[in-house]
């Protein structure tokens, strides 16, 4: 019987269907894991009055969920591999609510590094990567879309958490804050269960080769090196020892794609987007104490944070359009670097805003810039990489990123307890912002015209082929290559040199 056509490979993206069931999981998966961080700023400032510690410490706690939540990256994409997404971010969702309603227990600011930052974090990192991932795999011609709206549940979540976290610290305080919040997140257990695989692939029809066939093969392996004229025979050992090393090679592979750092694409992305955390979530983190510094109500600083969530919530799904359209998609790289610039841009002119009428402009701007990014974040990583790759991608793209993600907002608190203003920290942002923006649109400019000239060589090569040479030109060609570079071959090659000289003298005659 003659193997299938698709043996070994996955049934391909239904785009519908189950597939919308899948996006409301990511919904929820997705929401949780964005804005959970930024809804624990509202506890900030009475942390850091119960414990007695400075903004950049207090800063740190929201700093170290991120920097896990990225930096278990990889560690998520080899679960999701080995797996799937769906019991990935079940057990995801308890470690969430494991560490939250350890925080509510703790008595240091160490304590909540380690049950809020590491535990929560590690456990909203379960959650992120597979609900990016599996929109992939449900998703093609309407994947654009699909991320859009799935990348939605975060301001959606921002939106409640807000004004949630104030009613919640100010009825049962912060300790019961975080035994409540910890009940809510195990509803990524719910939405992790509607992650259903879309289908195994194929095993392909792997041919049986005796131990006969074997000792046939070493055999003509053996023959072969005799017949090219190698000056030293090759041990099978050494070739076992080095098809051993592939296969440890391709098995590590298997789970994490390394040669990506060989794509000149993925490094222009992985380099802007590493620049670009370095100053992407301090803003958010420090909106509302910001506000409240300048005297203005709690209220009405958390609600701030809705404002920029309502319009972060409109703009997702908006720019997942936008994006998908025959106009923008082929030139998608240039305008996320667009986004990223527009966004940088919101925060050097916030210092400008010194009443509460500037800052709700302010937020209204910055949430249609915040959504831009995010919609797109995820997008154009798919679509320099493709389908097949992406899950290595992600894993490899978070933990570069989740050292600049730790250092972004302890940066910022550290401007603020020396300055003793905010301004200073926005306009690190934003001119860091810009500067990625900027990066990525001249580096992506480049990268097509790169492309565009290796597909014009490469319609060329196939419009005007080489000639294939023979095996036995090759074989020829390779011995008088050894010849010539084989030193410990030169007293042969005299004595060929004479014996001919004097068969030449003997016809002579």
């Not at 409109?314 to 986004?339: D, E, L």
Request: aromatic share 12%; with cysteine.
């Amino acid at each position: 019987m003659p193997p299938l056509a698709n043996a070994g490979q996955a049934p391909g993206p239904p785009d519908g269907g189950w597939g919308w069931a899948v996006v409301c999981g990511a919904f929820v998966s997705i929401g949780f894991a964005y804005a959970f961080p930024k809804g624990l700023a509202i506890f900030f400032k009475e942390i850091q009055d119960f414990f007695g510690t400075s903004y950049s410490e207090v800063a740190w706690v929201s700093s170290i969920m991120l920097a896990t939540t990225y930096g278990a990256g990889p560690i998520s994409s080899i679960l999701v591999n080995r797996y799937g997404s769906r019991p990935v971010v079940i057990f995801g969702g308890l470690l969430c609510g494991i560490g939250m309603v350890s925080a509510a227990f703790c008595t240091s600011i160490l304590q909540l590094y380690i049950c809020v930052g590491f535990i929560t974090g590690f456990g909203l990192a379960l959650n992120l990567q597979p609900s990016v991932i599996i929109i992939g795999k449900y998703f093609l011609k309407r994947r654009p879309i699909a991320n859009g709206l799935a990348m939605a549940g975060s301001p959606v979540m921002l939106c409640t958490l807000a004004p949630l976290n104030q009613f919640l610290f100010d009825n049962f305080g912060w300790r019961g804050s975080f035994l409540i919040l910890g009940a809510i997140l195990l509803h990524c257990c719910v939405a992790g269960a509607l992650f259903r695989p879309i289908g195994a692939p194929t095993p392909p029809v792997k041919p049986q080769v005796t131990g006969k066939g074997k000792d046939a093969l070493k055999e003509e392996v053996t023959e072969d090196a005799m017949e090219m004229g190698s000056p030293t025979k090759v041990p099978m050992e050494d070739k076992v020892e080095e098809e051993g090393g592939k296969a440890c090679c391709e098995k590590i592979n298997q789970y994490l794609d390394f040669s990506l750092f060989k794509h000149r694409g993925f490094l222009i992305y992985l380099i802007g987007n590493v620049l670009m955390f370095l100053g992407f979530f301090a803003p958010i983190v420090f909106l509302a104490p910001y506000a409240k510094h300048i005297g203005i109500d709690e209220y009405s600083a958390a609600f701030l944070l809705s404002i920029l969530a309502i319009v972060d919530m409109i703009a997702r799904p908006t720019t997942g359009i936008i994006a998908n359209s025959k106009w923008v998609r082929p030139q998608i790289q240039y305008f996320f670097s667009f986004s990223i610039a527009f966004n940088g841009t919101c925060h050097l002119l916030c210092p400008l805003a010194s009443g509460y009428t500037g800052l709700v402009i302010y937020a209204i701007f910055f949430g249609l810039a915040f959504g831009m990014v995010c919609a797109m974040l995820f997008e154009t990583l798919m679509d320099l990489v493709g389908a097949a790759r992406f899950t290595s991608a992600v894993g490899l793209v978070t933990i570069a990123e989740c050292c600049t993600i730790l250092l972004g907002p302890p940066i910022g608190g550290t401007l603020i307890d020396t300055f003793g203003d905010y301004k200073y920290m926005f306009i690190k942002c934003g001119a860091v912002m810009v500067l990625a923006g900027t990066f990525l649109f001249i580096m992506n400019y480049y990268n097509y015209r790169m492309l565009a000239k290796e597909e014009k060589e490469r319609k060329a090569k196939e419009e005007n082929p080489k000639p294939v040479r023979t095996e036995n030109e090759g074989r020829n060609s390779w011995n008088k290559e050894t010849t010539r570079d084989g030193p410990e071959l030169e007293p042969l090659s005299k004595e060929q040199e004479g014996l001919k000289e004097e068969v030449n003298g003997i016809n002579e005659v």
